[in-house]
């Protein structure tokens, strides 16, 4: 089955910074990525999604870029604020069944 | 529109008791999930729902977990007897059938401690 390894477990980083989180995926027929939130206490929240057909796709601040050849994907804020820290958890869907396969999750806390 | 709703939202119980927990989806939504997230870790699938019959439950612990979802609605996952090792965050998703990438909504989860 699909494996997804997620890097860093933590990320520290100050407002106003990036923060950059990479995942690597095994199964080469994985075709969709979604990324989620998880704020403390609550359910995951879909905040940005990529298709296997797509390289680079931008929301506001955030964006997500694929390397199928290398599989590989990765999560990108920019200009970081406090309500950013969560834990983010990137994932796989392989073929047709929505099945999803989410990484270990990173903690992401930004500092004033 | 209201979102998943599970319960409870935290439980406690000792080794070798049972426990169950009840999700009611959004409104419309005909696939249903439960997940179980250990500290620490990602979410993992239990059981996937279509409308009141079971897609995949390959991951679903069958010697104590049991999950069913009558008149394709509300759904129920009961763990009898619970181990030490499935203190966790139960989680309940549900999305459209419709399309292929359509999003999953998360409940909030409920957390269980079994001491």
């Known amino acids: 089955g699909e494996n997804v390894e997620q890097h860093p477990s933590t990320l520290s980083v100050q407002e106003g910074d990036s923060a950059v989180i990479k995942c690597t995926y095994s199964?080469?027929?994985?075709?969709?990525f979604p990324w989620y939130k998880q704020e403390l206490g609550k359910g995951p929240q879909l905040i940005i999604d990529i298709r296997s057909n797509v390289g680079e796709k931008k929301d506001q601040r955030i964006a997500v870029t694929l390397n199928k050849t290398a599989k590989h994907f990765s999560l990108h804020i920019t200009e970081t604020q406090p309500e950013d820290s969560a834990v983010y958890f990137c994932?796989?869907?392989?073929?047709?069944?929505?099945?999803?396969?989410f990484g270990t999750g990173t903690r992401l806390q930004v500092t004033l | 529109e209201a979102g998943v709703a599970q319960s409870p939202r935290y439980k406690i119980i000792e080794k070798r008791q049972s426990v169950a927990f009840w999700c009611n989806p959004i409104?419309?939504?005909?696939?249903l999930y439960w997940y179980q997230q250990i500290l620490g870790q990602g979410p993992k699938l239990l059981i996937q729902f279509q409308n009141n019959g079971v897609v995949d439950d390959s991951q679903l612990p069958k010697d104590r977990f049991s999950a069913e979802r009558l008149k394709g609605v509300d759904s129920t996952l009961k763990i009898q007897p619970a181990k030490l090792e499935d203190s966790a965050v139960y989680l309940c998703?549900?999305?459209?059938?419709?399309?292929?990438?359509?999003?999953?909504?998360f409940g909030p989860g409920t957390r269980l401690t079994v001491l």
């Open positions: 994932a796989a869907i392989t073929g047709t069944a929505s099945k999803l396969t």
């Open positions: 998703a549900s999305r459209t059938i419709t399309g292929f990438y359509n999003e999953q909504f």
């Open positions: 199964d080469s027929a994985s075709n969709y």
């Open positions: 409104s419309g939504h005909a696939t």
